[in-house]
């Protein structure tokens, strides 16, 4: 089965980036659509952004135009490249995997394989 570990997150002062990575074991990850969400305690999952099979993108509007989502076939890792960090963005940060995108993926309720996730805090 697919395994995913999470790496990158830190702490960073408001208006810097960072990159998170998602490193995916067993299978290549350019075979699967690839997401991250995020979840704060006593707080809903949000879908952050997907890219699929095709390389296709979504994002979702509270990250779009500051967040990047991209793969590297290479080292069987995709990136989270996250800019112009806000405090609001201070959460754990999960990557997950499924076979293919839904056209409504932000809930997370479709994806199998989860990673352990990785903590990203932003400073004001």
């Known amino acids: 089965q697919v395994q995913l570990v999470e790496s990158g997150g830190s702490s960073v002062q408001s208006g810097g980036s960072l990159r998170l990575s998602c490193a995916v074991s067993?299978?290549?990850?350019?075979?699967?659509?690839m997401a991250w969400f995020r979840q704060a305690p006593g707080k809903e999952r949000e879908g952050v952004a997907a890219?699929?099979?095709?390389?296709?993108?979504s994002y979702a509007e509270s990250v779009k135009g500051r967040f990047t989502i991209s793969g590297d076939n290479a080292k069987n890792t995709v990136y989270l490249q996250m800019n112009t960090l806000k405090p609001e963005d201070t959460v754990m940060y999960y990557c997950?995997?499924?076979?293919?995108?839904?056209?409504?993926?932000?809930?997370?309720?479709?994806?199998?394989?989860w990673g352990q996730g990785t903590q990203v805090t932003v400073s004001s």
């Open positions: 890219i699929d099979s095709d390389g296709a993108t």
């Open positions: 067993r299978y290549a990850y350019s075979t699967y659509c």
């Open positions: 997950a995997a499924e076979r293919e995108c839904s056209g409504s993926w932000f809930d997370g309720a479709d994806f199998r394989y």
